[in-house]
């Protein structure tokens, strides 16, 4: 059974940093691709980062603040967050799916979710 469970979530001060990461079990890891994820209270979901066999994506809303990143070794999964702006705030989640194309941050692409971790950045 694939579990995956999120951690580092916290609150931050505008500009701060955070670091998630994501446990996985239960599944080949290095061959499954996987994303981030993130909604806040009456948005949809977005995603923030697709880690997938053809390199890394980003939304432009994110791009150039946050970096995502794969541990094969250790199933771990995590997201670099950096220069946090209040709009940042929300809860963010970790993804697993089937590999089928280079760009994938579409929530419908992935079948396996984590609980989320909030994340909140106060000005």
């Known amino acids: 059974q694939v579990q995956l469970a999120e951690s580092g979530g916290g609150s931050v001060q505008v500009g701060g940093s955070l670091r998630l990461s994501c446990a996985a079990s239960?599944?080949?890891?290095?061959?499954?691709?996987m994303a981030w994820f993130r909604q806040a209270p009456g948005k949809e979901r977005e995603g923030v980062a697709g880690i997938t066999w053809w390199g890394t994506s980003y939304p432009e809303s994110v791009k150039g603040r946050f970096t995502a990143s794969k541990d094969n070794a250790n199933n771990t999964l995590y997201l670099q967050m950096n220069s946090l702006k209040p709009e940042d705030t929300a809860m963010y989640y970790c993804?697993?799916?089937?590999?089928?194309?280079?760009?994938?941050?579409?929530?419908?692409?992935?079948?396996?979710w984590g609980q989320g971790t909030q994340v909140t950045v106060s000005s």
């Open positions: 239960g599944m080949t890891f290095n061959r499954l691709c």
């Open positions: 993804a697993a799916g089937y590999c089928r194309y280079a760009y994938m941050l579409s929530s419908a692409d992935y079948i396996y």
